[in-house]
């Protein structure tokens, strides 16, 4: 495993080697480098075993919970903890936790001379597990204080109901504790140091690779049986591990206002034989925690308990819900003293303490309830309009009622009211979380986008097994950066808005996902022959200008002005400091020409603008976005000097790394300004066979060596475009105001600049493809439309990434997306620690929190719940729903090919509410599309209709659409004009296999109705919302396929009807009603039953 810094963080700290070596190796195995100092520690009156420091000339001790997860924090961060804990000679020790590093769980095993009877009987015992396990001896081991011997080791699962350390043993079964072993983020352990009876020092492959087994019991270790063998009818627990247990149970937090209260359990917990780290680690949850200092000192006063005896901590344990063992009284000491100086131990006496008794006294036996009438009254109370006070006077009426803790009640009413608001939001979020499911599986047509061969930049992609949309991206990117300066688009003459032509682009995927082959092949390498030859010109320029100079310089009376130095232009820069790239753009505006910053790795530029020198690079790249540059006045001058440049950007970035600058939030705007495209893994695989080598590297070179030829232009829109654009303007804006998070109103704000770039740069690849140079200006309203869903496509992009960044808990529908991207990729049941397991952020939930996800997921109708309490996993139901579908099959009445379909429209509908809120884009670009072809009297198209996808989505009712689709045939017009007579039935469309697209409706020679769902690359055949069901070229050249009929549409009209449900009828209505000449009006036209399907309002 590689270590998490990029440099070495102890290069400049005082220590000696051995610290330094230990230190780094540590950091090798991503574990929080504890310092130790036990001595210095045990004079100040602390904790000897508990991580400390010296700030100045005092010691301090750490919350080392706030750092044991190491890997979460910050770079820069985790430098300046190394160097403040460890750059003091007085820290002579160092030590770690263990834990799951990102690869496997790193893991300390004790053994505990304490346990043994002599030195030599535990070299036996650890000399014969060593030879028994081969592999153990090359484990790093480190000498304890005491003699003992701590290995170093890893495993790949651990069981599930261990915690962070558990007692050990060599045989199953057995009951001797051998040590501990620790395998949590909770378990510490000293390397080096100087303790209270001895050093702490390696013995044995210090700093060495840490062996990675199975499992524990892969190697010989076995958690102790907790249960003790008494002579009793009863198995007892020891009453420090009772204690233990019940301790666990006290929410801390009820101590939070009573000083003395805490203090009394500290003595309990002495009296019941626990150990200071069990009080103190309890007491951590507290907000009203120091420091381990003080508990340590109070403790040390707790002399035989304090005068409290163990039944205050059980007393307080059995008053939230602990259930003590059953045991026997005649093997076991009474918790409770019930003597009677008066000898009377009858009635309730016998349950009163006297006197002289140690223990808070017991609450009286109270009636029982049923959780069901708890969890009812409480929900009640929820539902009713009371002030926080009533509230909370009835909420401790109840918790006296039902013998509860109050503030166990007000935890209890609290999770209430959090599921009923769950509950509430159910039907947007199952909004939101299909949105996300859909984003994962979007896709462009590029040949809308790249005219005649350039599309084969797609295949290129496609062989690197990226998304074609990757190319694209980094083409287009790349086209922008040629273009003259000071060229734009004017979009708005109300505002003289206008936008120029620079665009920012990050690729981001995994590592070894193949981003960076496809950024050489369409930017690098055709750049890099560009600039090749902008080198030969500029030697010759060079040339010409030392002969013109000289001759200039010779004679003193010339009155023309010196000879211009030539310029070398640089089609790229990699990056460089904010006065560097400045001079750059400084020298190469002046010429008009405009600059790609050209990076592998963004985040290597983002780090660099971090920098001191680079102090508000980003800023700059703020301005230069909108092409405006830089005049910037110093002493001796102007440093920057130029009105006007070009910028674009492009390179690649990890989902891991783009979450550190990312964060779900945006908030200078920057990360609005990139167009995103993310990747998701995916294995390269070369077919069998190969085909040929696909060059696209000259067509490229000669492509970009148009553009950058081109003179400055100013590009315009048509009237239609305008109109077009005036209305998504008005949109974006509406949407920006409503926008849930800042990042995404800022998406919103830059998506007209968007659009508008998006426009002219496809007219300008167009014209340039067609003619080879720009001979129209005008930018039609069918360009606009594209640049809409380009625009859109890097919208829900980015939305992904965001909601995939937010914090843990602060977005449900991003978690739950989580949850069923690891299920799918597990392709089986999943349990909490498979999360936690395959999800950093979702690591940092405890594992009810991630079961009740499953819960909701399965309420939601994703998958199905398999085992029950903490075994309890979540099953993803597969994309092609195959168990849906078996259930579906068997209900289905009628053996037609359609019911089945339509019984699952009416399923999932059944789930959510049947108007959820519409999608934004719906508005953009259909919507608009419907008002503009109304107000010219044109009429729909209903056999191009690209309708909501009826099988895997609810339909989504427009008002606009809705009752001009629906109702045109039936109602008069204002002008009590009939609806012109039906034409003859239409012969179906003619279909072509290249204009197919996803969301098409399709029907076989027997009437079975297919929906295309996604394009099969490497087969080269769309794919049907059947189950394993293609449609080749050759099916359609045939005629195997084709659209929708009026016969067709007659059939699945008596089958609605017939099952009178509304969802689906409204959905019919909205795909194939629209005027008297769609298929719906030809269909009823023919048999004048059918016109029932207008009824449905009516339909129980």
């Not at 007000?410 to 984003?439: G, P, Q, Y």
């Amino acid at each position: 495993m590689t270590s998490t810094n990029n440099m070495n963080p102890t290069n400049n700290i005082n220590m000696n080697n051995d610290k330094k070596s230990t230190i780094n190796w540590i950091l090798k195995y991503n574990r929080t480098p504890y310092p130790y100092s036990p001595q210095n520690a045990a004079l100040k009156g602390m904790e000897p075993k508990q991580p400390g420091y010296f700030d100045g000339n005092y010691f301090k001790q750490l919350k080392w919970k706030d750092y044991q997860d190491w890997g979460s924090l910050d770079e820069n961060f985790k430098s300046k903890l190394i160097k403040t804990w460890h750059d003091d000679e007085r820290i002579e020790g160092i030590g770690c936790n263990a834990g799951f590093n990102g690869e496997f769980y790193f893991s300390m095993i004790d053994f505990d001379l304490k346990n043994f009877e002599s030195l030599e009987a535990l070299e036996q015992a650890v000399t014969g597990w060593e030879n028994r396990n081969p592999g153990i001896s090359l484990c790093p081991r480190v000498r304890t204080q005491s003699g003992g011997y701590r290995y170093f080791i890893g495993f790949e699962s651990i069981p599930k109901n261990w915690g962070n350390t558990i007692q050990f043993t060599l045989t199953q079964g057995g009951e001797k504790s051998l040590g501990e072993l620790m395998v949590g983020s909770g378990g510490l352990g000293i390397i080096l140091g100087k303790g209270l009876k001895g050093d702490y020092s390696w013995d044995r492959n210090a700093c060495g690779d840490v062996s990675v087994f199975q499992s524990p019991e892969s190697v010989g270790l076995f958690e102790r049986d907790k249960v003790q063998k008494i002579n009793s009818i009863y198995d007892n627990k020891s009453i420090s591990e009772e204690a233990r247990e019940a301790l666990s149970f006290i929410p801390v937090s009820q101590f939070d206002e009573d000083y003395q209260g805490w203090i009394n359990l500290g003595m309990a917990c002495r009296a019941a034989e626990l150990d200071f780290e069990d009080w103190d680690n309890w007491s951590q949850g507290s907000s009203k925690y120091t420091n381990s200092k003080e508990t340590f000192n109070h403790w040390k006063t707790f002399k035989g308990g304090g005068g409290i005896t163990p039944g205050t901590l059980f007393k307080f344990a059995k008053d939230n819900g602990w259930n003590p063992p059953k045991r026997n009284s005649s093997y076991q000491k009474p918790l409770i003293n019930t003597s009677n100086s008066q000898g009377n131990v009858s009635g309730n006496n016998a349950l009163k303490p006297d006197n002289q008794s140690n223990v808070v006294p017991f609450q009286r036996q109270q009636p029982q309830f049923n959780i069901e009438d708890i969890e009812e009254e409480l929900r009640q109370l929820a539902e009713q309009n009371l002030s926080k006070s009533k509230q909370q006077l009835k909420l401790n009426e109840l918790a006296r009622k039902f013998n509860l803790n109050s503030n166990k009640a007000s935890e209890i009413f609290k999770s209430i009211k959090d599921e009923a608001e769950e509950e509430t939001n159910l039907e947007s979020l199952k909004v939101e979380l299909e949105e996300l499911l859909k984003n994962r599986n979007q896709s462009l047509d590029l040949t809308q986008y790249l005219p005649g061969n350039l599309a084969k930049i797609g295949e290129f992609a496609n062989r690197l097994c990226l998304r074609p949309e990757m190319g694209l991206s980094a083409f287009l990117t790349v086209a922008s950066s040629l273009l003259a300066v000071g060229s734009k688009i004017d979009l708005l003459d109300y505002t003289d808005f206008d936008q120029p032509m620079g665009m920012y682009t990050a690729i981001c995927a995994e590592p070894s996902q193949k981003k960076s082959p496809l950024i050489n092949k369409i930017a690098l390498e055709p750049l890099l022959e560009l600039q090749e030859k902008a080198r030969k010109q500029y030697e010759q320029e060079m040339i010409n200008y030392q002969i013109d100079y000289a001759d200039w310089a010779s004679d003193k009376n010339n009155p023309d002005p010196e000879p211009e130095k030539p310029i070398l232009r640089r089609y790229f820069i990699n990056g460089g400091s904010q006065a560097g790239i400045r001079n750059v753009l400084n020298t190469h505006s002046q010429k008009g020409w405009g600059v790609l910053v050209l990076t592998d790795e963004l985040a290597a530029n983002y780090k660099n603008n971090g920098k001191t020198y680079n102090a508000g690079l980003l800023e700059d790249f703020l301005t230069y976005y909108d092409g405006v540059g830089k005049i910037e006045a110093l002493k001796d001058g102007f440093l920057g000097d130029f009105s006007q440049c070009l910028v674009s950007m492009l390179g690649g970035i990890q989902p891991g790394v783009i979450s550190n600058y990312m964060n779900g939030s945006d908030g200078n705007g920057h990360w609005s300004r990139v167009n995103i495209v993310n990747q998701p893994v995916s294995p390269f695989l070369i077919p069998d066979n190969p085909p040929p080598s696909l060059d696209i590297k000259v067509m490229l070179v000669d492509f970009y060596k148009k553009l950058s030829q081109l003179p400055r232009l100013n590009l315009t829109l048509d009237a239609k475009a305008k109109a077009g654009f005036t209305r998504i303007n008005n949109k974006c804006e509406l949407y920006r105001v409503g926008a849930k998070t800042q990042a995404l109103a800022s998406l919103w704000g830059k998506m007209p600049g968007k659009i508008g770039r998006f426009a002219a740069m496809i007219h300008i690849i167009e014209q340039v493809w067609q003619y080879g140079t720009v001979q129209s200006l005008v930018v039609g309203k069918a360009t606009l439309d594209r640049a809409v869903k380009l625009a859109k496509f890097y919208y829900q992009e980015s939305y992904s990434l965001y909601a995939d960044c937010s914090p843990v808990k602060e977005e449900l529908a991003p978690q739950l997306m989580k949850i069923i991207s690891i299920a799918e990729k597990r392709q089986t049941a999943i349990g909490a620690s498979d999360v936690k397991r395959f999800d950093r952020e979702l690591s940092k939930l405890a594992p009810d929190d991630i079961r009740a996800y499953f819960i909701q997921l399965v309420e939601l109708g994703y998958g199905e719940l398999v085992g029950k309490g903490c075994s309890l996993k979540f099953q993803i139901i597969d994309k092609n729903r195959q168990k849906i579908d078996k259930k579906i099959d068997a209900e289905t009445t009628v053996d037609n090919g359609l019911q089945p379909i339509i019984d699952k429209i009416d399923k999932k509908i059944d789930k959510i509410s049947n108007e959820p809120q519409p999608n934004p884009w719906d508005d953009i670009t259909h919507i608009d599309d419907v008002a503009e072809n109304a107000e010219q009297g044109e009429k729909l198209s209903i056999l191009s209709t690209n309708p909501t996808n009826a099988y895997t989505e609810p339909f989504t009712a427009s008002t606009d659409l809705s009752i001009n689709c629906l109702f045109l045939s039936i109602i008069p017009s204002d002008s009590d004009e009939r609806p012109p007579e039906p034409t003859p039935t239409p012969d179906p469309e003619p279909l072509n296999f290249d204009d197919l697209k996803e969301g098409d409706i399709l029907f076989d020679d027997e009437g079975n109705l297919h929906q295309i769902t996604k394009f099969d690359t490497r087969n080269n055949m769309w794919q049907s919302h059947r189950q394993d069901r293609y449609i080749s070229r050759n099916d359609i050249s045939t005629g195997q396929f084709h659209r929708a009929t009026v016969e067709d549409i007659t059939k699945l009209i008596k089958l609605v009807i017939k099952g009178r449900n509304k969802i689906q009828a409204q959905w019919l209505c909205g795909v194939y009603g629209g005027d008297a000449n769609s298929l719906m009006a030809l269909a009823i036209d023919s048999n004048d039953s059918l016109i029932e399907i207008y009824d449905f309002d009516y339909w129980e």
